[in-house]
């Protein structure tokens, strides 16, 4: 085959597809039906996903049967609306696993976020109701946020042989400790910190000068020069520019309106995080205990304020969510 006819067919494939050829595809969603067209490897939900999706009427018979099946449960109160949440994230994410070939991300409660022993109690109930349900904990992976009490937790838990996906990730520090608790795999967000920096200097950012596309790079770069096995996932994506940016990463998970967009076109898409490629960058080691960690996400005044403002963001969801819920009962 000549080489021009090589290169036609390479061009044949979209972005969408390119990029699956060196970054396993996550789906940012808990809509099923894109699931399908996509064809994503993993996919993440959070309650605000799942929320949106019980507003539709397609999805609206998963809550009506878990309702019927856990009213039964002896439970009243705040207990029951907990435990129905509880089995709808995992009704969710069990419908999903007969979609995906990988895994789901299923969220912890975000209001535990900084507590250990509420986080750890959480996750091993979630993996209890998937086990129940006949689903290997190989196949979930539970988010937690990135903070000290939320990465203490997720060192237990993965000692325990259950995976964690470290969420609202914000700066090198995170995951540093991260690498350290041995998770199998962490959410450093683009857009959230873009967000962050397009406001903070009235400008706007493109490219490989996009300060969430830099935090990314700079923590993929430390996990490959340290050897790293925890996977990185890029998450939280304002435009198909920022994914493009990270074509090469671990993960990148994607909603459905820009894995369409990406779908749409077939420009060609270049690898730029490669693993060797990184080996060879200058990088001091960061060593961490709890008062450098604390004294480090401080500094980082758009870390600082995204994590904090990230957790408040997901709580209300659940509130949201069980509010919802208490008002089918």
């Not at 605000?48 to 009213?71: G, I, M, P």
């Not at 029951?80 to 089995?87: F, L, M, R, S, T």
């Not at 259950?162 to 995951?175: D, G």
Request: net charge neutral; proline share 3%.
């Amino acid at each position: 085959m000549s080489t021009a006819v090589a290169e036609e067919k390479k061009t044949k494939l979209n972005q969408l597809e390119q990029i699956k050829k060196s970054t396993k595809v996550v789906a940012d969603t808990a809509d099923f039906e894109s699931m399908k067209e996509f064809k994503p490897q993993d996919a993440t939900t959070n309650p605000s996903l799942v929320y949106a999706a019980t507003q539709k009427d397609q999805y609206s018979h998963l809550l009506d049967e878990v309702l019927k099946d856990r009213k039964k449960s002896g439970l009243s109160g705040h207990e029951q609306i907990e435990d129905i949440c509880d089995h709808l994230l995992v009704q969710f994410g069990t419908d999903i696993l007969e979609i995906v070939p990988g895994r789901v991300s299923t969220e912890t409660d975000a209001r535990l976020s900084y507590d250990v022993e509420g986080s750890i109690k959480k996750a091993r109930r979630l993996v209890k109701l998937y086990e129940d349900r006949k689903i290997p904990r190989e196949r979930v992976l539970i988010k937690i946020a990135s903070t000290w009490e939320g990465l203490n937790a997720a060192e237990q838990l993965q000692k325990e042989g259950i995976f964690c996906n470290l969420t609202l990730m914000f700066s090198l520090p995170q995951a540093v400790r991260a690498a350290e608790a041995k998770v199998q795999l962490i959410s450093p967000f683009v857009g959230r910190i873009y967000d962050w920096y397009k406001k903070e200097n009235k400008r706007d950012y493109t490219g490989a000068e996009d300060p969430g596309v830099q935090s990314v790079v700079e923590i993929y770069t430390y996990y490959k020069k340290f050897d790293i096995p925890t996977e990185v996932m890029g998450a939280s994506f304002r435009n198909t520019g920022q994914i493009l940016e990270l074509a090469g990463c671990d993960c990148l998970t994607i909603s459905p309106e820009l894995m369409e967009e990406l779908s749409k076109s077939t420009e060609p898409v270049e690898r730029k995080l490669v693993p060797e490629k990184a080996k060879q960058a200058k990088v001091e080691k960061l060593e961490l205990d709890e008062k450098k960690f604390r004294w480090l996400l401080n500094e980082n005044a758009m870390a600082y304020e995204k994590t904090g403002e990230g957790i408040r963001k997901f709580a209300a969801d659940v509130v949201k969510l069980e509010k919802f819920v208490a008002s089918k009962l």
